[in-house]
C-alpha cells in the first residue's frame, strides 16, 4: 500500500485482497505495530497487538496515554484517531 493512502482508500484495497493477501498485510503491520509500549497497554495483561485494526481489547479498561499518533502502522494505512485499544478499529471508530 503506498505512504499516501487515505484511510478509506486503504479500506478499498484491503476489501479487495485475497485471505492470503489480508492474512500478509496483517502481519505487516502487526510487525510495525507499538501498541505493547503504550503506557495503556503495560500491565494490563494483553497480548493481542493492532487494534487499529482488530478492534478494541477486552483487557486494556483505563486510557493512560496514547501512542497511536506515533505509530507507523497510523501513517501506513491513513489512520486518524486515537485509543484502538479502547475505542475500536479504526473502521469502527470511522462509522463505515
Known amino acids: 500500500m503506498?505512504?499516501?493512502m487515505t484511510f478509506e482508500k486503504t479500506m478499498e484495497a484491503m476489501s479487495k485482497m485475497s485471505?492470503?493477501?489480508?492474512?500478509?498485510?496483517?502481519?505487516?503491520?502487526?510487525k510495525m505495530c507499538i501498541c505493547g509500549k503504550c503506557p495503556s497497554y503495560k500491565g494490563t495483561?494483553?497480548?493481542?497487538?493492532?487494534?487499529?485494526?482488530?478492534?478494541k481489547s477486552t483487557l486494556i479498561?483505563?486510557?493512560?496515554?496514547c501512542l497511536c499518533p506515533t505509530c507507523p502502522v497510523t501513517e501506513k494505512i491513513g489512520l486518524?484517531?486515537?485509543?484502538?485499544?479502547?475505542?475500536?478499529?479504526?473502521?469502527?471508530q470511522s462509522g463505515m
Open 45 to 55: 495483561g494483553e497480548k493481542r497487538l493492532l487494534f487499529c485494526a482488530t478492534g
Open 19 to 30: 485471505p492470503e493477501e489480508m492474512k500478509n498485510t496483517i502481519a505487516e503491520l502487526t
Open 80 to 92: 486518524r484517531w486515537i485509543y484502538y485499544c479502547t475505542k475500536g478499529s479504526g473502521k469502527e
Open 61 to 65: 479498561k483505563n486510557e493512560k496515554g
Open 2 to 4: 503506498p505512504k499516501d
